[in-house]
Structures are given as structure tokens and as C-alpha cells.
């Protein structure tokens, strides 16, 4: 039933219980309803002539739309925000669940790496749409950095944390490049490592590189200097499963190209940036839909995101899902609350 208490954007309960019986048919179904289907379910019931004509008003009001002449109605973008924000009712996580998704999160010999990884398979399966994990770029103590040759002009940095964890980039190296050069850099920086952290190494190597340039390669000089670079550029690293539940439903080519296009920029570092500055924007669960998140830009597409605090309530990441408007908002909300305190708890 409404609440008639608190009625979204000045709705009466007529139009308020139409308009959150078509929302919710179309996230279970995502066709049209019909004003003869409404009348079938709607409790109080109300005429088929009634309901066409506050579906009418609701369409006028931009909450409603036809996608035929002859079809029912479907919630435009702004009629699933006015749904989400004073119509639905969200459903809460019984002891149970919580207990299986913590399970599932638990650490058992993995690592932080393999659990965020299943975090976002979860969060994926339980959505039935694409999860995801961000966490943020670490400054912890450092213990070995290697440098690998790929190929021409390319070469992978492996950092090894303190605590054991491995983080790997790719960076470009100069043309002609030795191997003795990628050594050189190697075991330069380990020379100055000592419980240090990254931020503490760019420290030492700026001051190193202006005393003692003339007494390193400058081929090495330059490896070591991307390598750093591409710590400073990079946000974090983002854990995304279950995309392929996004082309479900993608039948026309527009569409497909829109949706691998977010793929593309969900990789991207800016867009990384991006989903930390949202959450720092959140005390608790956001729902954007379509381009109001600021950086998808197009319909069709939701995000729910959460912020993963630690102990002290700092953000140590992001967790969210991805999906199409039509998601079961008041299912995943919960799932991604809770799971962003448990993820809050593990990257402390």
C-alpha cells in the first residue's frame, strides 16, 4: 500500500499506486503494461478508463512513456527516480544472508586480490547484472620491484608489497632497449627500498636521480622514472564480473555498441577516479540512473554504489553494481551495503 503520508513530488495515491505498479512490472518483466493488466492487479481497484487516464496524466508529467501507438506505458528515467524515492520499499537482509555473503568473503587462504575478485563475481550472480570492486591504489611498505621484458617497448612492473601482496603494470621502455637496463632499474630501486613506502621510494629516487644521474644508464634512468609514472597515474584496480549480463536483453546494434563502449570506459583510469569520487560523495548507498552519475551518459544503464570504510571511516574502495534501469533496487541495495562493510573491514 502508499503511504499517504509521504507522497513523492505532490501524487495523489491514485497516481502514486499506478505509477509504482507500472515500475514494478517493468523491472519483473520489462514489457509495456497495459492499462487491463493494472486493473487486474491494482489494489484499490480501479477502471480500465481510470487508469488510462492517470496513466495519460503520468505521461504528460514525463514519468510515463509509449514505446507504440497502440502499446502500454513504460517509466521514463524520471519516473524510475520518483519510484526509487518515495515509492519503493527496500527489503532488508535477514542473519542468514549476511552469514553466506561474509562466508563467501571470507579470506581462507586467498588473497585480497582473489577475494575482491569474488566479491564482484558475487555481487554479479546476486544482481543478475555486472559487480564491481574498486580498491583504491595502496601506499603500503614496500619489499621487491622487478622489471620484465614483453617485447618490443613494452616491459612489466611487479611490485611486491610488504604484506605479500603483487601488484603488475605495463609500461612502455625506450626503442632498443637492453636487458641489462631493465636489471639495472631492478636492482636499483630494491637498493633503496627498506620498509619504505611507494610515495617514500619516488621520495628517495628524485633526490637520488638530481645527486647521481651520471652514475646510472640513462636507458635505466628512464625505465625507473615510467615505472613510477605509472603508480601516479593509476586509481586503483577495479574487479568487474558478469558484463555479459548486460547483452541480455541488446538486440539493436546501437545498443550493443553503447554497452561495449561502457565497457571500455569502466577500464579506463578516469572513469576509476570517477566511481571513488562518487563514493566519497555517498554516506551510505547511491542509486544514479541513466547519465546521472556524470560520466556513462547514456539511458538504459543504472549504478548502484556504495563506499567501503574502514575502522576509522576512511574510504578504502568502491563496491557497486551495474545493470539496466529495470534492476530490483530494493534486493540489491541491502546486498551492496552490506557488502561494502565487509569489504570495508578486509582492506583495513
Same mark, same amino acid.
Given at each position: 500500500?502508499?503511504?499517504?503520508?509521504?507522497?513523492?513530488?505532490?501524487?495523489?495515491?491514485?497516481?502514486?499506486?499506478?505509477?509504482?505498479?507500472?515500475?514494478?512490472?517493468?523491472?519483473?518483466?520489462?514489457?509495456?503494461?497495459?492499462?487491463?493488466?493494472?486493473?487486474?492487479?491494482?489494489?484499490?481497484?480501479?477502471?480500465?478508463?481510470?487508469?488510462?487516464?492517470?496513466?495519460?496524466?503520468?505521461?504528460?508529467?514525463?514519468?510515463?512513456?509509449?514505446?507504440?501507438?497502440?502499446?502500454?506505458?513504460?517509466?521514463?528515467?524520471?519516473?524510475?527516480?520518483?519510484?526509487?524515492?518515495?515509492?519503493?520499499?527496500?527489503?532488508?537482509?535477514?542473519?542468514?544472508?549476511?552469514?553466506?555473503?561474509?562466508?563467501?568473503?571470507?579470506?581462507?587462504?586467498?588473497?585480497?586480490?582473489?577475494?575482491?575478485?569474488?566479491?564482484?563475481?558475487?555481487?554479479?550472480?546476486?544482481?543478475?547484472?555486472?559487480? *564491481?570492486? =574498486? !580498491?583504491?591504489?595502496? %601506499? @603500503?611498505?614496500?619489499?621487491? /620491484?622487478?622489471?620484465?621484458?614483453?617485447?618490443? $617497448?613494452?616491459?612489466?612492473?611487479?611490485?611486491?608489497?610488504?604484506?605479500?601482496?603483487?601488484?603488475?603494470?605495463?609500461?612502455?621502455?625506450?626503442?632498443?632497449?637492453?636487458?641489462?637496463?631493465?636489471?639495472?632499474?631492478?636492482?636499483?630501486?630494491?637498493?633503496?627500498?627498506?620498509?619504505?613506502?611507494?610515495?617514500?621510494?619516488?621520495?628517495?629516487?628524485?633526490?637520488?636521480?638530481?645527486?647521481?644521474?651520471?652514475?646510472?644508464?640513462?636507458?635505466?634512468?628512464?625505465?625507473?622514472?615510467?615505472?613510477?609514472?605509472?603508480?601516479?597515474?593509476?586509481?586503483?584496480?577495479?574487479?568487474?564480473?558478469?558484463?555479459?549480463?548486460?547483452?541480455?536483453?541488446?538486440?539493436?546494434?546501437?545498443?550493443?555498441?553503447?554497452?561495449?563502449?561502457?565497457?571500455?570506459?569502466?577500464?579506463?583510469?578516469?572513469?576509476?577516479?570517477?566511481? *571513488?569520487? =562518487? !563514493?566519497?560523495?555517498? %554516506? @551510505?548507498?547511491?542509486?544514479? /540512473?541513466?547519465?546521472?552519475?556524470?560520466?556513462? $551518459?547514456?539511458?538504459?544503464?543504472?549504478?548502484?554504489?556504495?563506499?567501503?570504510?574502514?575502522?576509522?571511516?576512511?574510504?578504502?574502495?568502491?563496491?557497486?553494481?551495474?545493470?539496466?534501469?529495470?534492476?530490483?533496487?530494493?534486493?540489491?541495495?541491502?546486498?551492496?551495503?552490506?557488502?561494502?562493510?565487509?569489504?570495508?573491514?578486509?582492506?583495513?
Amino acid at each position: 500500500m502508499i503511504d499517504l503520508s509521504n507522497l513523492p513530488g505532490g501524487m495523489d495515491a491514485r497516481s502514486a499506486n499506478v505509477l509504482r505498479e507500472i515500475v514494478e512490472q517493468y523491472m519483473e518483466t520489462g514489457d509495456p503494461v497495459a492499462s487491463k493488466t493494472l486493473a487486474q492487479r491494482l489494489t484499490p481497484s480501479l477502471s480500465p478508463a481510470t487508469i488510462r487516464n492517470v496513466m495519460a496524466e503520468l505521461t504528460q508529467a514525463g514519468l510515463l512513456f509509449s514505446p507504440h501507438v497502440s502499446a502500454g506505458r513504460l517509466p521514463t528515467e524520471k519516473g524510475v527516480r520518483l519510484f526509487v524515492d518515495g515509492l519503493l520499499q527496500f527489503g532488508a537482509l535477514d542473519e542468514l544472508e549476511r552469514a553466506q555473503i561474509a562466508g563467501r568473503l571470507a579470506l581462507k587462504g586467498r588473497s585480497m586480490q582473489e577475494t575482491l575478485a569474488e566479491a564482484s563475481s558475487m555481487l554479479s550472480g546476486l544482481s543478475a547484472a555486472a559487480g *564491481l570492486v =574498486l !580498491a583504491p591504489k595502496g %601506499d @603500503g611498505a614496500l619489499k621487491h /620491484i622487478e622489471f620484465v621484458a614483453l617485447g618490443p $617497448g613494452k616491459a612489466l612492473v611487479i611490485l611486491v608489497a610488504a604484506d605479500g601482496q603483487v601488484e603488475n603494470r605495463v609500461i612502455e621502455t625506450p626503442p632498443g632497449l637492453p636487458p641489462s637496463a631493465l636489471v639495472e632499474a631492478g636492482n636499483y630501486l630494491n637498493s633503496l627500498l627498506g620498509d619504505v613506502t611507494l610515495s617514500a621510494l619516488r621520495q628517495r629516487v628524485s633526490e637520488n636521480l638530481q645527486q647521481n644521474r651520471s652514475d646510472l644508464d640513462v636507458l635505466a634512468t628512464s625505465v625507473i622514472e615510467s615505472g613510477l609514472a605509472m603508480w601516479d597515474e593509476q586509481h586503483g584496480t577495479l574487479y568487474l564480473r558478469g558484463q555479459g549480463n548486460l547483452l541480455t536483453d541488446i538486440t539493436e546494434i546501437e545498443k550493443l555498441t553503447t554497452i561495449q563502449m561502457l565497457f571500455e570506459r569502466l577500464e579506463a583510469q578516469e572513469t576509476m577516479l570517477r566511481l *571513488l569520487q =562518487l !563514493a566519497q560523495e555517498s %554516506d @551510505g548507498v547511491r542509486i544514479y /540512473i541513466g547519465a546521472e552519475s556524470g560520466f556513462f $551518459g547514456m539511458s538504459g544503464v543504472s549504478m548502484v554504489v556504495a563506499p567501503a570504510r574502514n575502522e576509522t571511516n576512511r574510504i578504502v574502495g568502491a563496491i557497486g553494481v551495474i545493470g539496466p534501469t529495470r534492476l530490483n533496487y530494493g534486493r540489491i541495495v541491502p546486498v551492496v551495503d552490506y557488502t561494502a562493510r565487509v569489504i570495508g573491514r578486509l582492506l583495513s
